[in-house]
């Protein structure tokens, strides 16, 4: 219908080359470097690509902190604290040992009251029937 298979090889090859070809003459004007070389400025003007006035600023004050620097002299300045209301300083682990070593013994010592409760070595006595059976029951199981 529209040519035979030689021809439209032909014509793909042809079409292959025009592209190939636009492409090589494209890619070199894409790809040249765009940049002049500026004609000299005049004295006492600034260039275009010269820094910034904050820039500039930035420069002439580091210039006259160089050139007249400014000495500030030291204050101390001592105060008083009240004593009450200073934190103490962490402790260490063997002051946090001797201190635990110093809360006593957590064994229950038989003749003291514990809780409003007396201990007789065995159980917990107290003046109501069911609290002290609570507190017996309770005592057991978190040993």
């Known amino acids: 219908m529209h040519g035979t298979a030689p021809q439209r090889r032909a014509r793909g090859t042809t079409f292959t080359a025009t592209v ?3 492409g090589l003459l494209i890619a070199p004007v894409s790809a ?4 002049s070389i ?10 275009t690509l010269s820094g ?3 820039q500039k600023q930035a420069a002439e004050d580091k210039a006259l902190d ?9 204050i101390d300045v001592e ?19 001797a201190a635990r070593l110093n809360e006593g013994s957590p064994e229950l010592i038989a003749g003291r009251s514990y809780d409003g409760y007396y201990y ?14 609570w507190k017996n029951l309770s005592h057991w199981f978190t040993r």
């Open 20 to 22: 190939i070809a636009l």
């Open 38 to 47: 500026e004609r000299p400025i005049e004295k006492g003007k600034h260039s």
């Open 79 to 97: 105060g008083v604290r009240d004593p009450d209301a200073r934190k103490e300083p962490p402790r260490t682990a063997e002051q946090r040992f």
């Open 66 to 74: 160089e050139r007249y620097p400014v000495r500030i002299d030291r």
């Open 120 to 133: 007789d070595g065995t159980l917990f006595w107290g003046s109501d029937p069911l609290s002290f059976a």
């Open 52 to 54: 910034a006035p904050l």
């Open 32 to 35: 040249a470097p765009r940049w």
